[in-house]
């Protein structure tokens, strides 16, 4: 089974730090993607990856930052932690870099961070 | 630009009966169609997904849904549900001219009663 795994499942942090989420999937996967779920709005994309150092801004990329050195790590930045950050952020990673459609996203549990 | 709207919140429903959770989409282009669920304190597990060919997609657990192009909805229905069902369950869709694009609705928490 592809796995996924998100480094915290709940993170508090105060206003101004600067904040790194982890994520690391096992199935060499081509694509990966930072959502964030608040309740009401669904699922926002926030960032992806389609390969090492590549990547493409989401629907709501402001305050955000990622980094895929390796392609089983995509890290996700929030550069100064602001209070309309808390959010609970989803990691996914799919199969072929090419066609993300034809492949389903396999998500991480979570991490529910607050930001004091 | 595409929108994925599902019009209930929260669906209450008895163990055994029938459910129906609605989705509705809005696209200029063709799309393709994923539900997923959600179990309290995970991520999202793919359900069942339409991608082509026949518009009865049947998926895990006993759920299926079916693509009506005409009134642009990709409804997901489940016989009899069960209280492990008790879940939240998202709708998505994936437009033709944006491979990477995932779009999802607000979701819909099913609420199974004994």
Known sequence: DVKVTQSSRYLVKRTGEKVFLECVQDMDHENMFWYRQDPGLGLRLIYFSYDVKMKEK????????????????????LESASTNQTSMYLCASSQQGGNARNQPQHFGDGTRLSIL | ?????????????????????????????????????????????????????????????????????????F???KPSVHISDTAEYFCAVNPSNNFNKFYFGSGTKLNVKP
């Open chain 2, 1 to 73: 630009a595409q929108s994925v709207t599902q019009l209930d919140s929260q669906v209450p429903v008895f163990e055994e009966a029938p459910v129906e959770l609605r989705c509705n989409y809005s696209s200029s282009v063709s799309v393709y169609l994923f539900w997923y669920v959600q179990y309290p304190n995970q991520g999202l597990q793919l359900l069942l997904k339409y991608l082509s060919g026949s518009t009865l997609v049947k998926g895990i657990n006993g759920f299926e849904a079916e693509f009506n192009k005409s009134q642009t909805s």
């Open chain 2, 75 to 77: 409804h997901l229905r």
């Open chain 1, 58 to 77: 989401g629907d709501i990329p402001e305050g955000y930052s990622v980094s895929r050195e390796k392609k089983e790590r995509f890290s996700l930045i």
